[in-house]
Nanobody, 123 residues
């Protein structure tokens, strides 16, 4: 069993940056694919970025390419999402999710989820 805890969300102004963290406990993260999803009010949950332990990682959401970067620190059992040049449309609850080996873009593929962290970007 893997427990995921996200942190790092908050309220920022347009153009600012945030780094979200997703820390795993219960089992090593090292052989898992991990992804960040987000859900804005009234919208479906959408894939943002993912990183695989083996194989290729899925392409990030088009609207965040060049602004968001996902990275993984196996020693700290933590996955990060660095978000630069934030826009009001990035406002959402951000969730991390994990599954064995390879990250995918499909939310239904994931076995473990965190509780989410709110990101609000004000103009």
């Amino acid at each position: 069993q893997v427990q995921l805890v996200e942190s790092g969300g908050g309220l920022v102004l347009t153009g600012n940056s945030l780094t979200l963290s997703c820390t795993a406990s219960g089992r090593s993260f090292s052989t898992y694919g991990v992804a960040w999803f987000r859900q804005a009010p009234g919208k479906e949950r959408e894939f943002v970025a993912g990183i695989s332990w083996i194989g290729g990682s899925p392409a990030s959401l088009d609207s965040v390419k060049g602004r968001f970067t996902i990275s993984k620190d196996n020693a700290k059992n933590t996955v990060y999402l660095r978000m630069n040049s934030l826009k009001p449309e990035d406002t959402a609850v951000y969730y991390c999710a994990a599954r064995r080996l390879t990250a995918t873009r499909g939310a239904k593929d994931y076995d473990y989820w965190g509780q989410g962290t709110q990101v609000t970007v004000s103009s």
